[in-house]
T-cell receptor, first 116, second 112 residues
Framework: DTAVSQTPKYLVTQMGNDKSIKCEQN?????MYWYKQDSKKFLKIMFSYNNKELIINETVPNRFSPKSPDKAHLNLHINSLELGDSAVYFCASSLAGQLRDSGGYTFGSGTRLTVV | GEDVEQSLFLSVREGDSSVINCTYTDSSSTYLYWYKQEPGAGLQLLTYIFSNMDMKQDQRLTVLLNKKDKHLSLRIADTQTGDSAIYFC????????????FGGGTRLMVKP
């Protein structure tokens, strides 16, 4: 009954490969997010998506693309992986417009991506 | 753009109070949050405060907000070894479409 679940938890892959990370939430939230946490623990927003609008952080390379088959899922697809993509990627969800009641975001437990 | 800053590290003795500080720049901030991250885990929401409040207390946690100075603090009373973690402050603002912008995190170490 995990609220926001990500798979896989760990992903080790070679440079140049294409990979996907999956995220699912069962909270009935309408907005989902991807954050990247680097080795210094700094968290940076990558994407925000609801069924109306995709907001992209302009610093994110276009090798990264979010894909949402439905409201409960937001997957992250990465093309041509590079060494600098190694990080922990967190998925999160919220109820747009109700930050006060929802108390912010609910985060998944993260996917540690290592590119070798 | 929006900027949220925190000191990197704090060390306290068990039983003492911990105060973690955060500053932000976006004057349109609506809500401010404190999250806790334990090693190898995701972010857990600890508490949050609306920008028209100046204080919120929740058991051992006290949040103080000085909106004029754009300064937020988290006080943990009677700090325990289980409180050792990284603490992130975050702000949501109208300017950023209510997306959360995080500080760099403060690593709290509690010594027995």
């Amino acid at each position: 009954d995990t609220a926001v679940s990500q798979t896989p938890k760990y992903l080790v892959t070679q440079m140049g490969n294409d990979k996907s990370i999956k995220c699912e939430q069962n909270l009935g939230h309408d907005t989902m997010y991807w954050y990247k946490q680097d080795s210094k623990k700094f968290l940076k927003i990558m994407f925000s998506y609801n069924n109306k609008e995709l907001i992209i952080n302009e610093t994110v390379p276009n090798r990264f693309s979010p894909k949402s088959p439905d409201k409960a899922h937001l997957n992250l697809h990465i093309n041509s992986l590079e060494l600098g993509d190694s990080a922990v990627y967190f998925c999160a969800s919220s109820l747009a417009g109700q930050l006060r009641d929802s108390g912010g975001y609910t985060f998944g437990s993260g996917t540690r991506l290592t590119v070798v | 753009g929006e900027d949220v800053e925190q000191s990197l590290f704090l060390s306290v003795r068990e039983g003492d109070s911990s105060v973690i500080n955060c500053t932000y720049t976006d004057s349109s901030s609506t809500y401010l949050y404190w999250y806790k991250q334990e090693p190898g885990a995701g972010l857990q929401l600890l508490t949050y405060i609306f920008s028209n409040m100046d204080m919120k207390q929740d058991q051992r946690l006290t949040v103080l907000l000085n909106k004029k100075d754009k300064h937020l603090s988290l006080r943990i009373a009677d700090t325990q070894t289980g409180d050792s973690a990284i603490y992130f402050c975050a702000e949501a603002s109208y300017n950023a479409g209510n997306m959360l912008t995080f500080g760099g995190g403060t690593r709290l170490m509690v010594k027995p």
